[in-house]
């Protein structure tokens, strides 16, 4: 059974930054890319960015490029979302969620491309 876990959410004042972890014990995910994604009261979940397997390889929405940095050190270790520069429309819950083995969907992955989800961890970005 494929668990992930999200932490690192909370409030932060508009212009901070957070880090967000995913972390898992499961014996795939150093060989799965894993993605981020959030979702905002009353609207659909979205792509935020996304890291492959080895760390070599990197993906984001348009809405957080040059403001939020996915990263992995080692493939077994956790995968971070930097996010800087927050702004209030950044507020929503954030998943985290694992591909398959060695899969690269491309510079926009959709949700049904990722097989385990986080049950997610909150960010608000208010004063």
């Known amino acids: 059974q494929v668990q992930l876990v999200e932490s690192g959410g909370g409030l932060v004042q508009p212009g901070g930054s957070l880090r967000l972890s995913c972390a898992s014990s499961g014996p795939s995910f150093s060989n799965s890319g894993v993605g981020w994604f959030r979702q905002a009261p009353g609207k659909e979940r979205e792509f935020v960015a996304a890291?492959?397997?080895?760390?070599?390889?990197?993906a984001y929405a348009d809405s957080v490029k040059g403001r939020f940095t996915i990263s992995r050190d080692n493939p077994k270790n956790p995968v971070y979302l930097q996010m800087n520069s927050l702004k209030p429309e950044d507020t929503a819950v954030y998943f985290c969620?694992?591909?398959?083995?060695?899969?690269?969907?491309?510079?926009?992955?959709?949700?049904?491309?990722?097989?385990?989800w986080g049950q997610g961890t909150q960010v608000t970005v208010a004063s």
């Open positions: 890291i492959s397997w080895a760390g070599r390889t990197t």
């Open positions: 969620a694992q591909l398959g083995n060695r899969v690269w969907p491309g510079s926009r992955p959709l949700e049904n491309e990722f097989n385990y």
